[in-house]
């Protein structure tokens, strides 16, 4: 779940700023604190931040501002609910190759996004399925944890 802005502070209304974080922060919290009440002993929850979490590009202080609050509530909630045996973990894609990134990018910047990852490539959702995959079924030991799935986006 997810909305993306790129926009520099000054130009941001409270209006954007309130729905960037009712989005990707506060909706997360709430599927958190839902799945934490649901969900049986052993359960899993992955939630899907960003890269940019750990690499700043210009333009995205709402969205990766929005997003890094869900990274202390997967943390939090790991501890909560370890005692049920239910890990708790977070995937940090890279840019991704879907509709919500395009619109916000010029095409040289896009260009510049793929340069930082191997492959000369955007994250696809193919990419990270694989791990949410394997921390959802295999994965019961890593818990609280952020995986940075990024092509290494984050190590340029």
Known sequence: ?????????????????????????????????????????????????????????????????????????????????????????????GPMDTPFFYPQETPERVEFHRSMAMGNQLTRIEDIAPIVRFLATEGWWITGQTIFANGGYTTR
Do not use: C, Q, W
């Not at 909305?3 to 974080?21: A, C, H």
């Not at 799945?35 to 700043?56: C, E, H």
């Not at 990766?64 to 869900?70: D, R």
């Open 1 to 93: 779940m997810g909305k993306v802005l790129r926009k520099p502070i000054v130009e941001t209304t409270e209006d954007e700023y309130d729905s960037m974080f009712d989005i990707n922060s506060k909706a997360a919290y709430f599927f958190i604190k839902e799945a934490g009440r649901n969900l049986a002993d052993n359960g899993k929850i992955v939630t899907i931040v960003t890269a940019l979490l750990a690499a700043f590009t210009d333009g995205y202080s709402t969205y990766a501002g929005g997003k890094s609050p869900v990274e202390h509530f997967t943390r939090a909630a790991a501890k909560e609910f370890a005692e049920r045996g239910i890990s708790v973990n977070s995937v940090a894609p």
